[in-house]
Nanobody, 123 residues
Framework: QVQLVESGGGLVQAGGSLRLSCAAS????????MAWFRQAPGKEREFVAA????????NYADSVKGRFTISRNNAKNTVYLQMNSLKPEDTAVYYC????????????????WGPGTQVTVSS
């Protein structure tokens, strides 16, 4: 069992930056691939970024590539999402998720989810 809690969301102007954190409790955090998803009002949950259990491999959605960076610290049981050059279309609730299998872009393949943190980007 893994419990996930996101933090770091908030209101920021377009062009600004935010750093999201996802703290995990439970056992064997380093065994899980981790990902960030987001969901805007009226839209489906979409993949943002993923990182392998060792941190050696990452993957990004085309819409955030070059602006967002996913990282993890297994000693601190935490995964991060550094978001730069934010745009109004990045406004959404951001969720972190954990998968015991190789990370994919499909939400239904993840085992555990956090409650989410709101990110709002004003124009």
């Amino acid at each position: 069992q893994v419990q996930l809690v996101e933090s770091g969301g908030g209101l920021v102007q377009a062009g600004g930056s935010l750093r999201l954190s996802c703290a995990a409790s439970g056992r064997a955090f380093s065994s899980y691939d981790m990902a960030w998803f987001r969901q805007a009002p009226g839209k489906e949950r979409e993949f943002v970024a993923a990182i392998s259990c060792s941190g050696g491999s990452t993957n990004y959605a085309d819409s955030v590539k070059g602006r967002f960076t996913i990282s993890r610290n297994n000693a601190k049981n935490t995964v991060y999402l550094q978001m730069n050059s934010l745009k109004p279309e990045d406004t959404a609730v951001y969720y972190c998720a954990a998968s015991i299998r190789r990370a994919t872009m499909l939400p239904n393949e993840y085992d555990y989810w956090g409650p989410g943190t709101q990110v709002t980007v004003s124009s």
